[in-house]
């Protein structure tokens, strides 16, 4: 168990693209490679200190690895943040979704002429990636956030789209 301000670190296997995409929002450290098998990423993710997660049965008993039963990745993501503590209004939005990169928050005059004008226009401040330039908006908001993890928590049969937060990002 982490301290809960304190971001734990991932890797996740590829049948664990969606998990890793909300973690990441939520702050997390994940760390994922297609080209690897599970057990190949179990390799790295060792020598990297990060904790396996994994639907791979064929490496469900290693000790340090947490097995996710689920294809859903709303339980998959519960199952998560209810081992690993971390304060997701906290640590929200220093991630890249994509590609993992740490956000920067920087204010709106640097992304005048890189996001639509009503964006421009209600946002003071954005965050982009220093991975990948990717600009995401509603980046400061703690309570959006909230709310965004109390209904993913609440409603595990809604619609299958990632919510308000995916359309919180345009390519760079
Ligand atoms: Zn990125």
Not at 25 to 53: E, F, S, W
Not at 58 to 64: E, F, G, S, V
Not at 136 to 159: F, G, K, V
């Amino acid at each position: 168990m982490t301290e809960p301000d304190v971001s734990p670190r991932f890797a996740a296997d590829r049948t664990l693209g969606r998990l890793a995409k909300w973690l990441r929002l939520l702050g997390a450290d994940v760390l994922r490679d297609d080209r690897l098998t599970a057990a190949q990423l179990l390799h790295r993710a060792r020598a990297d200190g990060r904790i396996m997660l994994t639907r791979d049965k064929r490496i469900r008993t290693a000790p340090d690895v947490v097995y996710l039963a689920s294809h859903d990745f709303r339980e998959q993501l519960r199952e998560v943040l209810a081992r690993y503590r971390f304060d997701p209004c906290r640590r929200a939005f220093t991630r890249c979704a994509v590609c993992n990169g740490e956000l920067r928050i920087v204010g709106r005059d640097a992304l005048r002429r890189r996001v639509p004008p009503f964006v421009y226009a209600s946002n003071e401040t954005f965050a982009v990636c220093d991975g990948c330039g990717r600009v995401y908006w509603n980046a400061t908001h703690p309570e959006r956030m909230r709310r965004e993890i109390a209904a993913l928590a609440a409603a595990p049969t809604a619609d299958e789209g990632d919510g308000g937060l995916a359309r919180s990002s345009v390519k760079g």
